[in-house]
């Protein structure tokens, strides 16, 4: 993960009275040869007896991926590079929330809170903030700025664990408002995948004051008959066209491989042994199924990587992610998530709000554009992007920042022509 070259800074604003406080990362030297002597100490199983993935993540790749997270990987940039960008906590229900806000210094940028998921985290989002808060110095207009926000989830990263039940998606939504109206935000627009796409949806449900569109790169657009014939496992209806044909595939393949899901939706806390082993920790999260851009394919493809250059993820920017996770002792309480949520996953959910959509070819489904706008009736974008996958501003940053760009330009404000 190369150092972001943002150009952007970030005061805590006075109107909060102090209730912003500032925010760096500070991991003792101990923690990390505690890390490393953890996963020296690995008690291997014997190899799978397949030649390929079916059995989980394979023997050999884990094995290679622990040499190198023990004897080269260095935590120190990758907090370094998030030490560089200004992090705030501040107590929103009873609950320390760590985000990132960096704020453009191009006149009349949109202010945009970002949303992350599981397995994943702020670190999935550090790539695409300088080329929205500048993107003048990556072939953008200054009408297209923005200003950042970047919270962590509860139970995520360096946000706090919630001691009692009912943090999801609906209450982020709300949580998510409040920080943006204590930073003194009276109008701005919201993204998210994966998770964060759940946490947007509720947002345009919930329809805020001041939230003036949402942009999702995973929407929930099935509609009602397809969604109960595809959960009952069942053929789709009939009178489908070949996109939507394609979808209801898609959708069933994915149905069929979300076991680590379906684990952590009932018994999350069963999970001790991500606690307690590095790389029981990091074969848990790499072994999340989404086509080529799953982590577990990019871990492969990127063996020999060391540079993002191409943007696609390398070893040491999922590593990055999976060190976060254990140096915070987060891979419990993430997992909660999945059992906090009671709504279906990608059923229409009657959002109404200005919503903004990107469908990625490597994404859990395609959705096509006749359900996307029967879902959203209020789309104002629609775009089929021709490359990335599920953890799209990670691997195609650059071409996720044009997304947003594009999604949100319908929702700015009209600029009034300045006097001649």
């Not at 139970?155 to 939504?173: I, N």
């Not at 993204?191 to 964060?196: E, I, N, R, V, Y």
């Not at 009736?377 to 920042?401: C, I, M, R, S, T």
């Amino acid at each position: 993960m190369s150092q972001p070259t943002v150009l952007a800074t970030t005061a805590v604003d006075d109107t909060t009275g102090g209730a912003v406080r500032p925010f760096r990362i500070q991991v003792s030297d101990e923690a990390l040869a505690e890390l490393r002597r953890r996963v020296e100490a690995t008690v291997w199983p014997e190899r799978e007896t397949v030649a390929d993935t079916s059995q989980g993540v394979p023997l050999e790749m884990m094995q290679d991926l622990a040499r190198h997270w023990a004897t080269e990987y260095d935590w120190r940039r990758c907090e370094a590079a998030l030490n560089a960008l200004p992090q705030f906590i501040t107590e929103i229900n009873g609950l320390d929330i760590h985000f990132i806000h960096v704020r453009s210094q191009h006149q009349d940028a949109l202010p945009l809170v970002i949303n992350h998921g599981w397995p994943g985290s702020v670190i999935e989002q550090l790539k695409i903030i300088d080329p929205l808060v500048n993107p003048t110095a990556h072939g953008g207009n200054a009408s297209d700025a923005f200003h950042v926000v970047i919270p962590s989830m509860p139970g995520y990263g360096f946000s706090g664990k919630p001691t009692s039940t009912g943090w999801g998606p609906e209450r982020m939504g709300h949580a998510w408002a409040e920080l943006m109206s204590r930073l003194g935000y009276g109008r701005y627009v919201a993204q998210g995948g994966d998770w964060g796409a759940f946490v947007v949806d509720q947002m345009g449900l919930q329809a805020p004051e001041g939230l003036l569109a949402i942009h999702t790169n995973m929407p929930a657009t099935v509609p009602a008959d397809v969604d109960r014939a595809l959960v009952a496992g069942g053929p789709p209806p009939s009178g489908l066209s070949a996109e939507e044909l394609r979808a209801c595939e898609q959708l069933l393949r994915t149905y069929g491989q979300v076991e680590y899901a379906k684990y952590m939706a009932v018994r999350p806390q069963t999970l001790y042994g991500i606690a307690d082993s590095p790389v029981g920790l990091a074969a848990w999260l790499l072994d999340h199924n989404d086509a080529d851009g799953q982590p577990a394919a990019a871990v492969v493809a990127g063996l020999n990587r060391t540079s993002s250059g191409t943007g696609e993820l390398t070893r040491d920017e999922i590593l990055d992610n999976i060190s976060l996770y254990w140096l915070t002792n987060t891979g419990v309480s993430a997992s909660r998530l999945y059992w906090e949520y009671k709504g279906g996953f990608f059923n229409a959910k009657g959002v109404s709000v200005p919503v903004a959509v990107s469908v990625f070819p490597a994404e859990q489904y395609q959705a096509p554009r006749s359900w996307t706008e029967r879902a959203y009736p209020n789309l104002v974008y629609y775009n089929e992007v021709d490359k990335g996958g599920h953890f799209a501003a990670w691997e195609q940053p650059y071409l996720f920042a044009d997304e947003l760009r594009a999604g949100f330009r319908p929702v700015r404000a009209p600029r009034i022509p300045e006097p001649r």
